[in-house]
């Protein structure tokens, strides 16, 4: 479906709220996918580490990225036998997709600073393990996406399987460049942990990430229009929303979405099946 038609679409459905409600239990459940306006008729997933990634379906998302994240682009586009292949080394690997951002000026300092911080201070991030970077809208808190209310937020990629989200930019900064924070006082920082290796090791009912369809809707009362998707846990029983992500860049949320599903896809191999969870209960 073209971005004209999506779009003629949204505005019949400008007044359906698909976000969360209250379940029977007092938990938090998502909204039945037949109140999902137009993308979700059936509930897609792109990234899920039960299938295989679709040439066509990864063109489409490539296309909302500008030309400039990437070091060679035709070779992405024009390659649909290798595709799976060729997009991991053209994105994870490549440093001018969503790059990292750029050094701040006081790091150099914080180094030497560090040298004297007391015994209780955690040792600095490694700038070398950031590797791509970006803004996002989001609604990480139950509270946010009860009150449907989205929050602007800074991610990082950090080493091999995370990814990291900060209430701001400068939030990032003091956790990336001050010597002086303990252990608890820089993971305060961190508004939200995503490890594609160790959740599975941290949590024995989690069978895997799931990155929703990317979709677009309407807002009328801040007459906007915002790109989003959600992420959401593989349970042994059900789905669980970890957050939903939005911008009227389009640019800005598919960067995201394609990290997510890259790294979903990446380590694969540390995803337990159901059949090792059963072994171990």
Known sequence: MDQEKCFTKMLDFENIDDDLSESSTGGISA???????????????????????????????????PNQYFVNREHIVDSSIHMDETIRRSLLNDPTFAPPPEVPKKIQNSRILAKDAPPNASTLPNWNDITHSGSILARISARSRIMKKWNECFWITYGESKVLLFRSKSDFDEWVSNPYLSDIERNFLVKLRIDFVLDYKNDIYMLGYQVTKQKTKYYKNESEVLHQFQLKKKMDDNMIIVAAFSSIDETEVTALRVVFSELAKKHQSSRPTTIKRSQKA
């Open 31 to 65: 909204i039945d996918d037949d109140d999902i306006s137009y993308i979700s008729d059936q509930c897609d997933f792109f990234g899920d580490t039960n299938q295989s990634i679709d040439g066509s379906t990864m063109q489409e998302d490539l296309g909302a990225i």
